[in-house]
Every structure is written in structure tokens, then in C-alpha cells.
């Protein structure tokens, strides 16, 4: 029997969850279109019923029970958005085992839980999506595990992290302190009023681990590797580059080398005219290398909550055709690690 109509639940409604929502509000039709039958929000797991919100929406979608969503067999997807590892890995593992398909943009619950998601999904026949886990609205998963599933990748390289990118920028352009761009930065709301996940590279491995999972089909942990965050580059370092026509970028990079997978974050001087070097602010940009297409190149927004949205609506539209199709159990489950 053809289906009509396709529930989804968003687990958060911050600045990821109401850009989905948003997203989805706006392009209704469009998507109804391609997808062949309505994709629907049917309900909103939240903290707090009465918190204000920067996206209105219908309280009567509004929950603060998970289970009241395990429940619901009107609901097909799960897009998990909360972030932090406790308690969204829970929530991700009790939807697959519930029989529902998740979407996260969790990078953090990923890089830790991965493996152990993935035989989660394929035991329960679901599909795992997280193309909004990497680099926001940049297809970079997307673009490794299908278009680029042909070719043998060789190294992953890029700028991951939006908020240590706008600060090197900037530093390196204006001679400004570090302490007075990251105020800047907060300001803007490109770094949060706590900046060490970004600033010390955290959020640059636990992207990496996700991407050498999708790339190379190996999960590496992310304190398995070397990471250095950004509060050591000074402003000689900078002006050190840049006498030798360079800039530096903190580099998320992994690279086949001697029969292994080399892999590091940390602050690199590359050449200021290079495909990495010209990108700036708070911009990502990955570089894939393959052995059949050869170098391949993707920038473009790496956060917020379009971008964000834009590419876990992405994920929800891929997995409500398969179910719209009746396919939806014959799909890929996840990256194979």
C-alpha cells in the first residue's frame, strides 16, 4: 500500500531543530514532490515546554516524553539534534531498536558510539544518517560514500571548524588578539560562550573520526590521534607564514601512509593561494583525494541553522523515498566500519 504521509520526530528545537523545521515548513510542497507522499512533523522533543523559541510551531507538538515518540507508530524518523554524547546516544540507539530511522547531526555521539550505532541500525534493518554532522550544509559524507564510491580515497584534508577558521582569519588579516576576535566571534554567535571544544580541537577530531569512518571504513577514536586546538598560534607564527606566503589553518587530515591511516588536527601553514588557504571567515572546506577522480574540492558553510537543517533535511528526504518507495529496508544502513 503506498504511503501518503511520513512522520518524523525532531529530538531538540534549537538553532539545528528549528532550522529543520523551518526548512521543511518552507519547501513543503517541493519536498512533497520529491519525495512522493507529505513528510510531516509530528512531534518535538524538548526540555522545556514553556522556553521561548526563535521558530513558532503548533504546541501540540511540543513533548518532553521520549517514550511517547518510541511509541508512536505514526512516526517513521527520528532526527535527533540535541547534541552531546548522554542523553542523544540513548535516544539514537532506542529509536533503531525501536524500528524507527534516524537522522542526527551528532558528531560527538557519533565519533565515541559509532561502530556500536552502526550494528544498532543494520540488526534493526534501520538507516543511520549524519551528513549534518560534518561541515554543515557541505555534502562532504554524502560525496564519499555515493558519489565517490568508486574510487579508493587516499586522504581527507580540511577546515572543519568554522569558529577557529574566523579567528586565524581575522588575526592574520588585522593583526588582531586572539582574546579580542573570540569576543567577536561569541558575538556573532560563531563560538560559544564556552569556546574549548572549538578552540582546542575538539569538535575538528570528532568531525575527523566520523570522516575516516565514511572514508577509509575504519573508526578511529577521536583521542586516538594527534589534536592541537588554536590557542598556541601566535601572532609571530603568523606573521612567520606569512613572510613565506602562507597562512595558517587548523587542519583536520587523514592520509594513507606507510600501509596505515595517518591522521591529525592541528594548526598548518599552507599556501595562501591554495584551495585551503583561500578559505576564509567562518567558511569550511574539505579536500578529498582518490585515486580515480582525482582531487576533489567542497566549501561552503559549515554551520548554523539553515545549513545545518538544510543537510539533515537532506537526510530525511533520502530515507522518506526509500519508504515511500517500499524500499526502505533494502537500503544501505550506514558507513560499513
Not at 511517547?68 to 531498536?97: F, Q
Not at 589553518?249 to 592520509?255: F, I, R, Y
Not at 588536527?265 to 567562518?282: I, N, Q, Y
Request: net charge negative; with cysteine.
Amino acid at each position: 500500500m503506498k504511503r501518503t504521509e511520513i512522520g518524523v520526530a525532531l529530538l531538540g528545537f534549537g538553532n539545528v531543530g528549528s532550522g529543520t523545521y523551518k526548512a521543511l515548513e518552507e519547501n513543503f510542497a517541493l519536498i512533497e514532490k520529491k519525495v512522493g507522499a507529505k513528510v510531516v512533523i509530528k512531534k518535538i522533543l524538548v526540555r522545556n515546554l514553556n522556553a521561548p523559541r526563535r521558530v513558532e510551531a503548533p504546541a501540540e507538538l511540543f513533548t518532553t516524553d521520549f517514550e511517547e515518540i518510541l511509541r508512536d507508530p505514526k512516526i517513521d524518523i527520528v532526527a535527533e539534534l540535541l547534541g552531546g554524547i548522554n542523553p542523544a546516544t540513548g535516544y539514537i540507539r532506542a529509536a533503531l531498536t525501536a524500528g524507527k530511522h534516524v537522522v542526527t547531526a551528532n558528531k560527538a555521539a557519533l565519533a565515541v558510539h559509532l561502530p556500536d550505532l552502526n550494528k544498532a541500525a543494520a540488526f534493526h534493518k534501520c538507516m543511520l544518517r549524519y551528513e549534518a554532522s560534518v561541515c554543515g550544509a557541505i555534502p562532504v559524507i554524502g560525496c564519499i560514500s555515493r558519489a565517490l564510491t568508486a574510487n579508493r580515497i587516499t586522504a581527507v584534508k580540511g577546515i572543519v571548524n568554522g569558529t577557529t577558521n574566523y579567528i586565524l582569519t581575522r588575526m592574520a588579516a588585522e593583526g588582531a588578539s586572539y582574546e579580542d576576535v573570540l569576543k567577536d566571534a561569541q558575538a556573532l554567535g560563531f563560538a560559544e560562550a564556552d569556546p574549548t571544544g572549538d578552540v582546542e580541537g575538539y569538535d575538528a577530531a570528532n568531525k575527523l573520526s566520523v570522516l575516516m569512518a565514511t572514508a577509509f571504513g575504519i573508526y578511529r577514536a577521536p583521542d586516538s590521534f594527534e589534536r592541537v586546538g588554536i590557542t598556541g598560534v601566535t601572532m609571530e607564527d603568523l606573521a612567520a607564514a606569512e613572510a613565506e606566503g602562507k597562512v595558517i589553518k587548523l587542519l583536520a587530515c587523514a592520509e594513507e601512509k606507510d600501509g596505515g591511516i595517518e591522521a591529525y588536527v592541528k594548526p598548518v601553514a599552507v599556501e595562501k593561494d591554495s584551495f585551503l588557504g583561500r578559505c576564509g571567515s567562518e567558511f569550511n572546506a574539505v579536500q578529498i583525494d582518490c585515486n580515480m577522480a582525482g582531487p576533489i574540492f567542497l566549501q561552503g558553510k559549515g554551520a548554523g541553522p539553515e545549513p545545518t537543517g538544510s543537510a539533515v533535511l537532506g537526510d530525511i528526504i533520502e530515507i522518506a523515498q526509500a519508504i515511500a518507495a517500499g524500499t526502505e529496508h533494502e537500503q544501505p544502513f550506514t558507513a560499513l566500519i
